[in-house]
């Protein structure tokens, strides 16, 4: 096996957490390409070598292969951005040998994460191959999208809210939910939670069309200033309290790239998800022991997906990349809409 490709996975956590797991990936991947072999590293031209570390060589090919997981990195900074790879490197392969004379490449704790990383990485690959069998959409059905959600685009607004989380049992939540139907002003419910020793706590921000899940937003578009809803969360219960609004539209032009990408990924999403129904439904698949009972039910409710992998956001909206029209908050309503209630927050 190439140390360069073991230094990869084996030193890897000595380093920063957001590299640590740009450099695992990359390890991993790098040892498939490499076949677990290191004759062919061997017998690669002296200019490839980047660095030699006691009898083993760092390439260039290393280098490049990190600095290519490295998403929007501007060009200028490729070279600075290749010695810091370069020298993490250089560590890696120091404790690499380290460990080899240790032993700990033999270590079943090490041998499982490979494996696992390997499993990862060829599933993973196997998804971007399907997903990349889906068609762009066309013109007609970016213009479609973008007429259908005008709370997204013509009518694009950022909310001022006051959202207030609120720690509570599933038989604690009708109780909420009819006392704040019943409360006229916020302190009123504030109180009420004091009273009942809730644990709660207060947020403000700002946020726009599409950082809201897409199953509310035309709920919150129809909401006038001042208006209030209840949602049920998994730790209890969240409050949304509309401070006010300010618009801020997005024309087609702007938004056609965004919505491109969008359709693009639920594409690449639903033939990723049948595809994997359909090999579920032609394998296989025996539950034993313990996780035999009930699996039935459980691989039905399951969504299809490559363990590890992120979970369809089907409530997502298109991620618009606008900077908004000036740093000024959305609207805020005076204190009367507020009912002064957002104090008792602390």
Request: charged share 25%; hydrophobic share 40%; with cysteine.
């Amino acid at each position: 096996m190439s140390s360069g490709v073991q230094a990869s996975v084996i030193a890897v956590r000595r380093l920063a957490p957001g590299r640590m797991v740009m450099l695992t990936v990359a390890a991993a991947a790098a040892l498939l390409l490499a076949g677990c072999g290191d004759k062919k590293d061997k017998d690669k031209p002296a200019s490839q070598s980047a660095a030699k570390v006691n009898k083993e060589e760092i390439t260039v090919h290393q280098i490049n292969f990190v600095l290519s997981q490295q998403r929007g990195l501007p060009p200028e900074q490729a070279a600075s951005a290749g010695r810091q790879v370069l020298e993490r490197l250089i560590d890696q392969e120091l404790a690499l040998q380290k460990a080899q004379d240790q032993k700990i490449d033999r270590d079943p704790r090490v041998v499982q994460q490979l494996e696992a990383a390997r499993r990862e990485i060829i599933a993973r690959a196997y998804v971007e191959k399907i997903g990349g069998g889906a068609s762009k959409p066309t013109p007609a059905e970016i213009k479609a999208y973008y007429d259908a959600h005008p709370a997204l685009f013509k009518e694009r607004k950022l909310y001022s809210l006051q959202e207030l989380g609120i720690e509570a049992t599933p038989e604690q939540i009708p109780v909420l939910r009819e006392k704040l139907a019943a409360t006229k002003d916020l302190q009123g419910f504030i109180d009420f939670l004091k009273a009942g020793d809730y644990k709660f706590a207060g947020n403000q921000a700002v946020r726009a069309a599409e950082q809201l899940p897409l199953a509310t937003l035309d709920r919150f578009a129809a909401m006038k200033d001042g208006e209030r809803s209840f949602n049920q969360t998994p730790q209890g219960a969240q409050v949304v309290i509309l401070a006010g609004t300010r618009s801020q539209p997005v024309d087609e032009q702007r938004a056609t790239p965004a919505i491109e990408q969008f359709l693009l990924n639920e594409r690449k999403r639903k033939i990723v998800e049948d595809d994997l129904k359909a090999l579920r439904a032609a394998g296989k698949v025996e539950y034993v022991g313990e996780y035999a009972n009930g699996a039935k039910g459980a691989a039905a409710a399951a969504t299809p997906g490559i363990a590890d992998a992120p979970a369809p956001t089907p409530n997502a909206a298109p991620q618009i990349e606008i900077a908004p029209a000036n740093p000024e908050p959305a609207s805020a309503p005076g204190t009367n809409t507020l009912e002064k209630g957002i104090k008792g927050f602390k």
